[in-house]
């Protein structure tokens, strides 16, 4: 079902690629079918007993191959652009991709080092292989932001890159929120 998940998603930024208004339509419903699969291989393998550190490394490395590859689709599709409104769109894509990098570093290193603390998911009774603290976005709000990038696509490539720049921001808001949070919780200090 991961692998499933997988190439549904980047089929769905295969599409992206694609001017063609009948291809962006069968995008959205790629990504939503990508995200319908990714929830439920998880509920999948713990059900059937079948879940392992393997899946969840896999099923995380499927994800971002997904979140990366979509936005660079929808970008390298859009066509027609000035030199300046091309180099816009790119910077915020860089932006965005940055965003991430960094979110997931905060986001998987803090899970590291509380497993090794024996602190981690499993010590708080997590369903998920890392520890995920609360923060401003996660995978719901992600849905979202990628739909908001599928209507901004159709709007104008301005639209897209506003879209890029208000959702890097917030994933950078959600990334600082972890290290807070990450320091409450490596040195005691709750007034961190």
Known sequence: MTFAGLCVGLLCACLCVSGSRAHQDAALLFWAVNRLL???????ARFSGKASDWGALLDISCDFVVYAAIPIGLVVGCRGLDALSTARLFMSLAFLLASYFVNNGVLFYLSALLEKRKAGA???GERTSVTMCDALIGGSETVLAYCFMFWAR?????ALAFTFDVFSFLVGITALQRLVWARAALTGDKNA
């Open 122 to 124: 499993e010590a708080r």
């Open 38 to 44: 990714d929830g439920m291989d998880g509920v999948l």
């Open 154 to 158: 159709r709007t104008s490539a301005q």
